[in-house]
């Protein structure tokens, strides 16, 4: 899943000042090199789409949505609901708002959220499941709006958390708190990884590898992919305009998975618990803003 592109540029790259000519036939030997098109650069050479100031107005709008959603899911998560209820209020919200759920028909995905209860780690179908006391339970919405998209999710308690909620609960936003401290530009995509990494493993945590943050805005899952663990200094440099999802999944147990008969949710092995916290964040040239903002 994950590409550790280098930031290097080769010989025989493309030129990172966009002149469309090899790097080693322009600016590589040039004594007075020509300012860099970084708009150019990261999409030829990383696929990753930065976002103009029109477009981050875009997703913020929906953004804005994604967390009224998010705040209605909390007013009505408890013990006794289904998480198809959940769905229904969720698809209802969306539609009143000219907004669509984009998960509905996503390679086909068969509802609006996702609900990702106890040990599910992530892609919970909505269903006649019932929450009861003392579980936790993620719902992650993503809404277009106007054609932007923004993603976010949230792991909630039903009624009274035990110790173990309490715990997985906790690590999981504090491993996305963790990772917000690496958004700048300059910092790399490693870094982000490095940091939530650091945090939560020290917790005697572990990090699902298998799924990963991601970029947003034109798309549901545009590049870059953005790994919950990694090595300081590693892959992509963040720079201004990019626009992309940290969404550390964290197990309270051991980090392997498996996807069940439906073909999307993750579970546990040890069917221990897992929670998530996700965020849409923009890269500004003073360091970040969340297009999906939550307390954490
Ligand atoms: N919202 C999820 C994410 O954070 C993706 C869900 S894909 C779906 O990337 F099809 F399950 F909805
Ligand atoms: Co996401
Ligand atoms: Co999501």
Sequence with gaps: MMFRNSVKVGRNDPC??????????????????????????????????????????????????????????????????????????????AIKNNAIPA?????????????SVNEVICHGIPGDRVLVDGDIINVDITHIYKGYYADASKTYFVGTPGPDAKKIVHV?????????????PGKTIGDIGWAIQKYAEGEKCSIVRE???????????????????????????LV?????????MINLGKAALFVAGDSWTAITRDRKLSAQFEQTF???????????????
């Design 16 to 93: 990172p000042c966009g002149s469309g000519k090899k790097y080693k036939r322009c600016c590589l030997n040039s004594k007075t090199p020509k300012p860099v098109n970084v708009e150019k650069l990261y999409l030829e050479k990383y696929d990753i789409r930065l976002k103009h100031a029109k477009d981050v107005e875009g997703i913020r709008a929906a953004g804005r949505l994604v967390i009224e959603t998010l705040d209605l899911m909390e007013e009505n998560v408890q013990a006794g609901i289904t998480t198809d209820q959940l769905n229904a209020i969720a698809h209802e919200f």
């Design 103 to 115: 998960p509905l028909n996503y390679k086909g995905f068969p509802k609006s959220i996702c609900t």
């Design 172 to 184: 999981a936003a504090q491993s996305l708190k963790a990772a917000m401290k690496m958004l700048q």
């Design 211 to 237: 799924f990963v943050g991601h970029g947003v805005g034109f798309d549901f899952h545009e590049a870059p992919h953005v790994p919950h663990y990694g090595k300081k200094g590693d892959g992509i440099v």
């Design 240 to 248: 201004p305009g990019m626009v992309f999802t940290v969404e550390p």
């Design 282 to 296: 923009l890269i500004t040239e003073e360091g970040f803003e969340s297009l999906t903002p939550f307390e954490l």
